[in-house]
């Protein structure tokens, strides 16, 4: 086994850098296009009720322990189990982790491509004077194509694998650093504008007070992989990323501000979309178009809508960027420290790899469109496996090994820097990731997949 020394391996710099890169990653398509569209689909204010509890609950824990596994083992999300628990089956954890990243990988470019190609529109003002229900049959019309969908997945897989070929420091950090703010402030003026147009109030009704006669196992299910996907974790992204963090970063702290972070721009999402959704009359179930559909209404109805849309799907874009990378880089952490590969080489390999599955994701409503696999397409199929299956698993798994299979002195060292910092926390952190959180994820995963009732 490769023996480097954290001293030898690329790491992130400034604490402020390591809370962008973590929350670059937590922070993407997974709250401004997936929270809405899922939290639509599952009825608003009952979902994000249970999606808050799951984040505060079980997310901010879920990821202090990836941040401490990797940090500890100095390891990608494989070798992190390996070292940590030599001869054990454990490593299984950190294969699923890698299989993860692919699936996610592969259906995370075909919208991360329609977020390029919303660029693109924007910039060529191809939405002005469009009617909503023109809108909607123009976005239908791209998804329902072959040729351009394919090319922006292509330029985004290709552009996340630049990032990743220039390593940790140079690539990951200088990125995300300075554009992540730009983002939150552009959903805050969007929020704005959606909040004052006409019937917005229905929008807000919907989001934030809940209907608990909507909550079922599937609502709770789709709840729990929602955090879990846009927390990042549940595959090994955040060990792999852990073990690029300084020993004496304060971890816990990281860990709440970067899920309150990406709790935070969520729920902002939720306030851009849903006003607007009522607004114009369209439907909160829209399915995975929802924000492509909605926005550029909402862009159509502002000063300056030319300039906002443009910058909106170009931070979009690279919101998303942010998070492939730490994606990726999963896969590739793997691939150079256990076989040895160049970076480049592992890169390259990566890249097609998620080209050739991403390819079928994105052919999902042309193409394969007659393809039903559980009442689902090839897209959806993908999503769901990753975000409500191998996600909440792949937790359930991290939390038993440190809770269960860790030693309680390793971990508090971990947590405390080796006695710096003060662990005031430490035994309702135990707790959770003890009994709270596999017991919590262990319920509401086997009633979702309908295995207990
Ligand atoms: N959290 C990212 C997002 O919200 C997606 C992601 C999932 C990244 C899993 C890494 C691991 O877009």
């Not at 993860?100 to 592969?106: D, E, G, H, T, Y």
């Not at 990125?175 to 917005?200: E, Q």
Request: glycine share 10%; with cysteine.
């Amino acid at each position: 086994m490769l023996e480097s020394g954290s001293g030898n391996r690329d790491g992130f710099t400034s604490k402020f850098g390591i809370i962008c890169a973590a929350a670059g990653s937590a922070i993407g398509l997974g709250n401004i296009w997936r929270f809405p569209y899922v939290a639509g689909e599952n009825g608003g204010g009952a979902f994000l009720l249970m999606y808050l509890g799951f984040v505060l609950v079980l997310g901010i824990p879920v990821m202090l322990t990836e941040f401490s596994i990797g940090r500890r083992a100095q390891r990608n999300a494989y070798g992190s189990f390996r070292k940590l628990a030599p001869g054990k089956p454990w490593y299984l954890v950190g294969l699923m982790g890698i299989v993860a990243a692919f699936v996610i990988l592969a259906f995370y470019s075909t919208i991360a491509g329609w977020t390029l190609h919303y660029v693109y529109t924007s910039l060529i003002n191809g939405f002005a004077g469009q009617s909503t229900e023109q809108l909607s049959r123009s976005f239908e019309a791209f998804q329902s194509s072959i040729g351009m969908p394919l090319f922006w997945q292509f330029v985004f897989i290709v552009l996340t694998a630049i990032i990743i070929l220039s390593g940790i420091k140079k690539g990951i950090e200088k990125y995300s650093k300075i554009l992540m703010p730009f983002l939150f402030l552009l959903l805050l003026i969007l929020s704005v504008r959606s909040l004052t147009l006409p019937g917005a109030m229905e929008g807000l009704r919907f989001l934030f007070r809940p209907d608990f006669s909507k909550i079922n196992a599937d609502v709770m299910l789709s709840a729990l992989g929602q955090a879990a996907f846009s927390l990042s974790i549940g595959m090994g992204a955040l060990i792999t990323y852990g073990s690029y963090i300084p020993k004496n970063n304060n971890l816990s702290q990281t860990a709440f501000e970067v899920s309150v972070a990406d709790l935070l721009i969520a729920v902002l999402a939720g306030v851009a979309i849903f006003p607007a959704v009522f607004a114009f009359q369209m439907a909160p179930d829209e399915g995975v178009g929802l924000i492509f559909k909605v926005l550029p209404n909402i862009f159509q109805q502002m000063v300056g809508g030319y300039f906002f849309s443009l910058m909106f799907f170009i931070l979009l874009a690279i919101a998303a960027l942010t998070s492939s990378i730490s994606i990726m880089e999963v896969v590739v952490a793997f691939l150079v420290e256990e076989f040895r590969m160049l970076r480049s080489v592992a890169t390259a390999i990566t890249a097609i790899a998620a080209t050739v599955v991403g390819v079928f994701c994105t052919l999902s409503w042309s193409t394969f469109e007659g393809v039903s696999i559980f009442g689902q397409s090839i897209f959806g199929i993908m999503d769901f496996t990753a975000s409500n299956v191998l996600l909440p698993l792949g937790a359930l798994l991290i939390v038993l090994f440190a809770g269960w299979y860790l030693s309680r002195a390793d971990l508090r060292d971990e947590l405390t820097n080796g006695g710096l910092l003060k662990a005031r926390l430490f035994g309702l952190f135990m707790f959770i990731i003890r009994f709270v959180a596999p017991v919590a994820i262990a319920i509401v995963f086997l009633q979702g997949i309908g295995f207990i009732r």
